[in-house]
Every structure is written in C-alpha cells, then in structure tokens.
C-alpha cells in the first residue's frame, strides 16, 4: 500500500507541477500525506469494542471514547467538518459531565 501511495503522491505532484509552470506562479510544490494505511476490518473492531463495553465498566468517559473512535474510523471518509460534529454530539451525549 505505501508503494501505491508513492505512486499516487508522484502523479499528484506532477499535475500540479505542470499547472504551476502554466500559470507561472512560482510556487513550491509538496505533497504529502498517504504514508500510513488502515486495513483493519472494522468489524473486528467492532467486536473487540463491543466486548469492552460489555465488562460493564462505569466510566462515561470510557464509552466516549470508544464511540468517538468507532465513529471516526468507520466514517473515515466523511468530510472533517462532519466527523467534528458528531465527536462534538457524542461529547455532549448522556453522561457528558463524566
């Protein structure tokens, strides 16, 4: 995966090289980004944290977090402002003093 993302950052890099020389901008070019990759199931994940809340641990905060976790990473490709709202909803959830 870390070679196709060195591909893919290459092929950006040169596109947007190409529009700086066009425009004459004089711009300096970089692109990151795309060197690690997540390829866990999510379910799994899922399952694992299931089981944790499921030990009946009394903590608000435990919940919070494991909520907020699961949210952002099965909506990984939402848009940021989207994730900032629902980790701001499950913030103020049940419990939100804790």
């Given at each position: 995966?870390?070679?196709?993302?060195?591909?893919?950052?290459?092929?950006?890099?040169?596109?947007?090289?190409?529009?700086?020389?066009?425009?004459?901008?004089?711009?300096d070019?970089?692109?990151?980004?795309m060197?690690?990759?997540?390829?866990?199931?999510?379910?799994?994940?899922?399952?694992?944290?299931?089981?944790?809340?499921?030990?009946?641990?009394?903590?608000?905060?435990?919940?919070?977090?494991?909520?907020k976790?699961?949210?952002?990473?099965?909506?990984?490709?939402?848009?940021?402002?989207?994730?900032?709202?629902?980790?701001?909803?499950?913030?103020?959830?049940?419990?939100?003093?804790?």
């Open positions: 995966m870390r070679a196709y993302g060195d591909a893919v950052k290459d092929q950006v890099r040169r596109v947007l090289k190409g529009i700086e020389e066009a425009r004459k901008d004089g711009l070019i970089s692109v990151t980004g060197d690690e990759f997540d390829i866990a199931d999510f379910s799994i994940e899922l399952s694992d944290a299931q089981q944790l809340l499921a030990l009946g641990v009394d903590s608000p905060t435990l919940k919070k977090e494991v909520f976790k699961l949210a952002l990473k099965y909506l990984a490709d939402a848009r940021q402002d989207v994730k900032d709202r629902i980790v701001a909803e499950i913030e103020q959830g049940p419990g939100a003093q804790g």
